[in-house]
């Protein structure tokens, strides 16, 4: 399967502790964009990176959010100090670039519940 | 700022209506793209069709029709001959155009489309 995979599929954490999501793009898309989806609601955009460069950030994104992605491969999405309020669906999405803009491929998502 | 309204949450009908999916979106840029994404009960997002301001053709695809009108800041979603598959969640979107395309887009909360057989 060469699609866009996030991994945990499911996670459950208590308050104050901090997770990580992984997310693997489809090898020859260079863009990388992470969105958080509550119930009843759209995905909501959190960051985009070009290969390696985080180029944009959401306000939603606050100080305890981080994410990278080395090598412009693979990305990482941490959260710090979790909070009941970061329950949701994480989404990871990979597009193809110019040409194609808006055209993402999701991955399944990671879900997050936080105690 | 962007925003895009999707003012049906639910809408059923039953197999081999015709239905469609409302999108009004609001946008202070002059140039931008709209896009239409299905999330069917498996949850993957699909990515259906994107129009971008300058071409205000509408666009037929298969048993998937687009309509939309700048006019009336709308882009509206047709199906034509629903079918039982056609059951899940439709959400539109809309992006500014920076030249290099790398906006994040914004979603409508969407609609939960539901075909009965």
């Known amino acids: 399967d060469t699609g866009v995979s996030q991994d945990p599929r499911h996670k459950i954490t208590k308050r104050g502790q901090n997770v990580t999501f992984r997310c693997d793009p489809i090898s020859e898309h260079n863009r990388l964009y992470w969105y958080r989806q509550t119930l009843g609601q759209g995905p909501e955009f959190l960051t985009y990176f070009q290969n390696e460069a985080q180029l944009e950030k959401s306000r939603l994104l606050s100080d305890r959010f981080s994410a990278e992605r080395p090598k412009g491969s693979f990305s990482t999405l941490e959260i710090q100090r979790t909070e009941q309020g970061d329950s949701a669906m994480y989404l990871c999405?990979?597009?193809?670039?110019?040409?194609?803009?808006?055209?993402?491929?999701f991955g399944e998502g990671s879900r997050l519940t936080v105690l | 700022a962007q925003k895009v309204t999707q003012a049906q949450t639910e809408i059923s009908v039953v197999e081999k209506e015709d239905v469609t999916l409302d999108c009004v979106y609001e946008?202070?840029?002059?140039?931008?793209?709209l896009f239409w994404y299905k999330q069917p009960p498996s949850g993957e997002l699909v990515f259906l069709i994107r129009r971008n301001s300058f071409d205000e053709q509408n666009e037929i695809s298969g048993r998937y029709s687009w309509n939309f009108q700048k006019s009336t800041s709308s882009f509206n979603f047709t199906i034509t001959a629903s079918q039982v598959v056609d059951s899940a969640v439709y959400f539109c979107a809309l992006s500014a155009y920076s030249g290099g395309g790398a906006d994040g887009l914004t979603f409508g909360k969407g609609t939960h489309l539901i075909i009965q057989p």
């Open positions: 946008t202070r840029d002059t140039t931008y793209y």
């Open positions: 999405a990979s597009s193809p670039g110019q040409g194609r803009t808006g055209e993402l491929f």
